[in-house]
């Protein structure tokens, strides 16, 4: 039974910092693509960041250079680091993974989801 747990969520202050973790269970992902999805109030889910099955990773434009995804899978875990964080990036963060080393379109066509983590910005 593959699972993925995030945690690392909060509440934070404009500029401020957080860390999302993702551990997974049931299947090696280390050859697969994964990736951060979010979800705000009233909006669609989109996705924020995917990591290859070859660690290439890429982003959606709002979050360039503020978010990084990274990965170890000595400790089953995808990350999500945050940076310079706003307003607008409060909503609920899920992990995501597929079986395939390739992304579908930058991020996992979602064959597994985490349960998510709440992420709020304070202005």
């Known amino acids: 039974q593959v699972q993925l747990v995030e945690s690392g969520g909060g509440s934070v202050q404009a500029g401020g910092s957080l860390r999302l973790s993702c551990i997974y269970s049931?299947?090696?992902?280390?050859?697969?693509?994964m990736g951060w999805f979010r979800q705000a109030p009233g909006k669609e889910r989109e996705g924020v960041a995917g990591?290859?099955?070859?660690?290439?990773?890429t982003y959606v434009d709002s979050v360039k250079g503020r978010f990084t995804i990274s990965s170890d899978h000595t400790k089953n875990t995808l990350y999500l680091q945050m940076n310079s964080l706003n307003a607008e990036d409060t909503a609920i963060y899920y992990c995501a993974a597929d079986d395939g080393w390739y992304c579908a379109a930058d991020f996992p066509a979602g064959r597994y989801w985490g349960q998510g983590t709440q992420v709020t910005v304070s202005s």
């Open positions: 990591i290859d099955g070859f660690g290439r990773p």
């Open positions: 049931g299947y090696n992902f280390r050859h697969s693509c």
